[in-house]
DNA sequence: GACGAACGATACGGTAGCGTAACGACAGCC
DNA sequence: GGCTGTCGTTACGCTACCGTATCGTTCGTC
């Protein structure tokens, strides 16, 4: 059931998102930090550092950075995968489900509110 | 003609879409910058930089900083405004327009991907 | 002409991101 | 046990954004 969308509605729904998002977001999370905190949530895991950043198209680093500020807000938590003490596994956390959840209500909201 | 999107599809939506801006999108505009250029381009003129502040709920510097940034890449001008000279009015340019019609595919395409 | 208000820009100190390069810990194999 | 390769992390120098406070210019009014 894939969704079809206009050049004006795909905007109209980005602006309308943003503009909420701006406003209200204290965390302000840049667009890899977005793209990293969905793909934890919505691919089935187990997610790694060296996974995602081959999935994003990123160096390592900026996974390892992400998920220190992420961490920090209580977004995502990482353990060390024990049966391979080289790994580390990155698991998901209630926080962060209900920040994708509110993130997901601002976007049924926008497109309820296209072209009026 | 509203957009009605379930929780799933509208999470989707935007995973697919912030996935392939981080991938392929050498700018790297921040949450806020893409929401002044959306305004700029969405909303009729004239714009103006304390107009922009109010309607984001930022600060006027933010808004500074962020027309000097996506100045210098092409995607916005400043212009004064000859009539009241204290005014700076922020037009569009080609390679902006260009810029959202690329994000509009990219979102547009992201829709009809959605749970095949 | 002088004064107050409005506008956008700038200065400042601080924070957080970036890419490259190197690092320590661990696993697998000989 | 020692080597090699793979993890994730850290170090370094740099750039860009942040908020607050202040500045110079211009307008409107007296």
Redesign the pocket.
């Known amino acids: 059931m894939p969704v079809d969308l206009t050049p004006s509605q795909a905007l109209g729904l980005w602006h309308e998102v943003t503009l909420q998002q701006v406003h209200e977001d204290g965390r302000?999370?840049?667009l890899?930090?977005l793209a990293i905190l969905l793909e934890i949530y919505l691919v089935p895991p187990p997610h790694?550092?060296?996974?995602l950043?081959a999935r994003l198209g990123?160096?390592?680093?900026?996974?390892?950075?992400?998920?220190?500020?992420?961490g920090e807000q209580g977004l995502v938590t990482?353990m060390?995968?024990?049966?391979?003490?080289?790994?580390?596994?990155i698991k998901r956390t209630v926080d962060g489900a209900l920040y994708l959840e509110r993130l997901g209500d601002l976007i049924i909201a926008g497109g309820r509110k296209l072209a009026p």
């Open positions: 302000d999370l840049t890899r930090q790694t550092v060296r996974g950043a990123v160096t390592k680093p900026v996974i390892t950075r992400a998920l220190d500020t992420m990482r060390r995968d024990e049966r391979d003490r080289r790994n580390v596994v």
